[in-house]
């Protein structure tokens, strides 16, 4: 079936800097959208940030002006990189992405059929 592979969380002092990657195991076809979403203690998960493979970005008002979403389209493979980051930034970050080709990165999380199992942020001093 294949899978996504998150990797990059880590403890970080709040106003640090985190980069998360995605990347593809036993998947050999490309993405046409890429996101990363976030389940925050409390919350339900949460879109953080997505993009197409024609580099169309869209990104939670939170983030918009501190997180950056990239997506390399040889590799299949997204980033995350996250400055400024806040004690409400901790949570687990999840990778998703889906075959079909959107023009908008809005899409909500049905339309996602892959979903990596998540790693850890925290923010704290």
């Known amino acids: 079936q294949g899978q996504l592979v998150e990797s990059g969380g880590d403890l970080v002092q709040p106003g640090g800097s985190l980069t998360l990657s995605c990347q593809p195991s036993?998947?050999?076809?490309?993405?046409?959208?890429m996101g990363w979403y976030r389940r925050t203690p409390g919350n339900q998960r949460e879109l953080v940030a997505s993009i197409t493979s024609g580099g169309t970005t869209n990104l939670a008002d939170s983030v918009e002006d501190r997180f950056t979403i990239s997506m390399d389209n040889r590799k299949n493979t997204a980033s995350l990189q996250m400055n400024s980051l806040k004690p409400e930034d901790t949570g687990v970050y999840y990778c998703?992405?889906?075959?079909?080709?959107?023009?908008?990165?809005?899409?909500?999380?049905?339309?996602?059929?892959?979903w990596g199992q998540g790693t850890q942020v925290t923010v704290s001093s």
């Open positions: 998703a992405a889906t075959r079909r080709r959107y023009t908008s990165a809005r899409l909500s999380q049905s339309a996602y059929e892959y």
């Open positions: 036993g998947i050999s076809f490309s993405f046409g959208v």
